[in-house]
Structure formats: C-alpha cells, structure tokens
C-alpha cells in the first residue's frame, strides 16, 4: 500500500504555507509515472521569505544563537532518533517517490540515523586555539557559524543527502534554507516536521520545494546567503560557483559528479571483484555520483571478466521497488530514462560492444535493462560522460602505469578503485590517482567519519569526517595587547 502523504507545502519559520504564487507541481512515482502528489512550488518570493525567516533565526540575541553547542547537540540528536523512530516510513516515502528499492531505502535510512548521530555529536567538539604571537601580544581564534546557508539537494539520496547537509550546518550553529530536488520533495518535509518536533526554533530550518531556475537560482543569489552548500551534476555545480559570486561572495561546497575508475588487475579474486564492480554501476539503478562507470580489465583476464560481468548482469531482476527481490528498480524520472537510452544508441554508434541489454523495459515505469559494453575505448562518448544510469562500461588494459594515467585522462576526480593482490600496486594507484576516495578491493566503502569528496570537476570542498564543520564556520582572530614586563 502507498504511504501517507503527510506534507506538501512550504515550510517556512516553522510553519506550512502555500507558495506566494499559489503555484504547486506533480511529483510521481517512478514504477509507473503515475502522480503522488501536487506539492507547493517554492519560488523568488518564497525564497526572499525563507531567507529572512533564517537571517531572524541567525540574530545574535535569537533563542537558536543563545544556545551552546551542547544544546544544538541535544536537538540534533533527538532528531536523529525522531528518524530512527519513523524509519520505515521514510524508507517507504523514499522508495514511492525515488523509485530505489525498498530494501535499500531500509538500510540507507538507518545509515543515515548513524550519520546523523555522528555529525550531531561533532557540535560541541569545535574550539579556537591560543597562540602566542610574535611580540607583545596574545591572540586567540574563534570559529562562528557563517550565517545563512542554501542547502540545494538531489534527487539520488534525498533522506541521506538532507540528514548530512542540516546536520552540519546546524551543528555549526547556521540557519538554513533547504531546496530539495524538483523530483523527490516529499521526504525532505517529512524530515523538516522532524526538526520542528525535536524543537528547532522557528527560522532555523526553511524547506521550500520548487525548480532550478526559480527557487534554486534564487537562493544561489540571494545577497543574505552566506554559503551555498550543493549536490547535483557538474554543470549545474559551475552555476552556482558563478552565481555564488554575484551579489556577495559566498563560501561554496559542492558535491558533483564523477566518472569514477575501477580497475581489475591480473591477480584480483574474480569471485569478489565481478559482483562489487556489479553493485558499482547496477546498484540505485546506476543513480550514483561515485558510480564505476569506468571498469578497467587487464589483459589477461579481460575476456573471463566479460564473460562474468554478463552472467552477473543478466541474472539481475529489474522490476517494482517494493518486493523484496527485486534487485534493480526503476530510474527516477522520465528525463533521465531517456538521456540514458541516448547514451546507450551513442555507445553502439560509436562502435562499443553490446553484450546485454540495451533496452526500456515496458511503457509504463522508467525501467532500463542492466547493459553492458565491452571493447569500450577511451574517446567514446559513454566512457566520457556520466551516464547516470545502469550502464557497465568495460575497457582493457595492459600495465598498472597506463591505466592511472588513462584513469586520470578525465576532468572528473570523484571516486577511483582497484582490485589486486599486490600491496605496491594497491597503493601505488592510491597515490596517484586523482580521484577524492580510492577504494582497495571493495567499493563505496563510506561513513560519517570519512571526508567525502572531489578533485577537479568532481568538487570543492569535503563532507562528513571530523572536520566537516569547519565548512560552516569562520575563524576570528581575537588579538590583545600584551606588555612583557607590568
Ligand atoms: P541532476 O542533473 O542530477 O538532475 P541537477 O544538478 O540538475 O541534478 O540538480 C540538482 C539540484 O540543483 C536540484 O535541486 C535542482 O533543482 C537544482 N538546480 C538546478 N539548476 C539550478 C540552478 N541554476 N541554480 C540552483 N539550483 C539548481
């Protein structure tokens, strides 16, 4: 049975209001197109109201700055568990409106409770320090909450995406204004009534749904946002870096894309390396930025490789998100589905080997076939360009030499992985290659403690690990004078 739909407006200083225009948009369910729901679109009006909301939250004398960290740690815990209390009804919400499966809503929910535990926790664990400068003086530093902060977000890890981004920023002490993707709005107000519950003050936390181009822009150049903090494609990435710098001059984190490299050495254990680089590019459909889009083979191996990875895609079972074997759901929207197939008529053009797949499942539901290419090169277009979708894209190799330097070819950084038993050559690819996370025989092995993040076109700037909030805070240098002899 679909779940409840329990919000749809705007929520903005702690209340659910229409959008200004009275506007609202379709969101769908992704097994089978139909509409969930018509929620408020959020736009310039909308935004201007949110921010000042956040900006009366952010004033020095308000209840949210008047509280110390331990107590932002408090609230932020007992949202936290709030989200472990509704687990399965976020997961349920996520899956309707994301289209992932079930399952995998399920684990990534409870992951996300850790997360949010964990960056909770990091609140009161921020300080200055003392130093002693050269002649007669003492200073010390302060690190404050930079003020207002636009949190965009995507439609690939709405739950995950949402915990992490609010959670840091608050922890910092910052006020925010959250504008979920166009696609997946419902979870992220079910997760603003959360907030409410564990008794954020008003203005602290604003979501406003809505697109790119109103609501989106809107924040991005709004004069009293201090900090944009975004997830999303490349392209729009570089927008918001210029746009971050019309008006005022924000601080920017950006999450963005990638084309990530896994290579399979000589000596890797097939019986682990197939099934990882499988769940790699087949896993959320293939929706993910750190996606081994690009597999690397050696030589030797390369033609057992293919023969495996075939088998393996083929025994995938594509179909609706809620049951509990399915093992591949649906695209999350319409636009994507189609880039996809476009991609997949480019790869056979341009002379890539089609192994299975290929196809639209049905004609109702944004279902793809798991594909794979073998015989892909280097220059075509799918070993190039985030696909974005469940498309494995296998490529041969000789030496360790040539494949870093063939994986590095690439103006994205996001994510790179290598399977082999040779600890010199594990490391020797970990060190070289440009990529923000390197995994040794396994893939996405992430956590709340890690740093998260890219070179290059891939970002700017890191999440998670112990120093995240660093990204929302200003350091101040207090300085006083200090005679040597009194
Ligand atoms: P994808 O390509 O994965 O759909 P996008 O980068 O287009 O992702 O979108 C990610 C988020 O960025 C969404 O919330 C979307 O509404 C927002 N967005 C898109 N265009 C802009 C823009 N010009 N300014 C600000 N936000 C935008």
New binding site residues.
């Given amino acids: 049975m679909a779940p409840q739909i329990k919000y749809t407006k705007l929520f903005i200083d702690n209340e659910w209001v229409d959008a200004k225009s009275g506007k609202t948009f379709d969101t769908y369910y992704p097994h089978d197109g139909s509409i969930i729901a018509k929620v408020a679109e959020g736009d310039k009006a909308d935004i201007d109201l949110a921010v000042a909301a956040a900006k009366r939250a952010f004033h020095r004398n308000s209840e949210w700055r008047l509280y110390d960290a331990s107590k932002r740690r408090e609230i932020l815990t007992k949202f936290a568990d709030l989200v472990a209390r509704d687990a399965s009804y976020l997961a349920e919400l996520e899956s309707y409106n994301n289209g992932m499966l079930l399952t995998m809503a399920n684990y990534i929910v409870n992951m996300s409770v850790g997360a949010g535990q964990y960056l909770a926790s990091l609140a009161d664990k921020y300080h200055g320090d003392t130093i002693p400068l050269d002649g007669e003086a003492f200073s010390y530093t302060l690190k404050q909450p930079v003020g207002v902060c636009g949190l965009?977000?995507?439609?690939?890890g709405p739950i995950p995406i949402f915990i992490n981004k609010v959670v840091t920023a608050l922890a910092a002490g910052c006020t925010v204004v959250v504008?979920?993707?166009?696609q997946t709005p419902l979870t992220a107000l079910y997760l603003a009534s959360l907030l409410k519950e564990a008794g954020i003050p008003a203005g602290v936390v604003n979501v406003v749904p809505g697109?790119?181009?109103g609501a989106?822009?809107s924040?991005?150049h709004h004069s009293d946002v201090a900090k944009i903090s975004?997830t999303?494609?490349r392209?729009?990435g570089m927008?918001?870096q210029q746009?971050a710098g019309v008006n005022n001059l924000k601080r920017v984190t950006l999450e963005l894309g990638g084309k990530s490299p896994l290579v399979i050495m000589n000596d890797a254990d097939l019986d682990i390396a197939v099934p990882t680089a499988a769940a790699a590019i087949f896993n959320l459909s293939g929706q993910v930025c750190v996606a081994a889009s690009r597999l690397y083979v050696q030589a030797d191996i390369y033609d057992e490789f293919v023969k495996r990875a075939v088998e393996h895609a083929k025994k995938i079972n594509v179909g609706d998100p809620t049951k509990s074997d399915t093992t591949q759901g649906p695209q999350t929207d319409e636009a994507t589905l189609n880039k996809i197939l476009e991609y997949i008529a480019l790869g056979k053009k341009e002379g890539a080997k089609l192994m299975t797949g290929g196809n639209r499942i049905g004609k109702t539901g944004y279902y793809v076939e798991p594909t794979v290419f073998a015989d892909v090169k280097d220059d075509m277009t799918i070993a190039r360009e985030e696909i974005?979708g469940p498309v494995q894209s296998i490529l041969k190799f000789n030496t360790l030499e040539e494949v870093i330097d063939r994986a590095n070819n690439t103006n994205y950084g996001l994510a790179a992985g290598i399977f082999t038993k040779n600890v010199n050559n594990a490391l020797q690819y970990a060190k070289h290659v440009e990529a923000g996370n390197v995994w040794i025989n396994g893939y996405l092995i992430i956590g709340p403690q890690a740093p998260f993040g890219g070179f290059k076109d891939s970002g700017l700037g890191r999440e998670n690990g112990k120093d995240c909030i660093e990204e929302y805070l200003e350091v101040k240098t207090v300085s006083i004078a200090l005679p040597k002899k009194f």
């Fill in positions: 965009i977000l995507p439609w690939n504008k979920p993707a166009e697109f790119g181009p989106g822009s924040l991005t975004f999303g494609s392209e729009v927008l918001i746009a974005f």
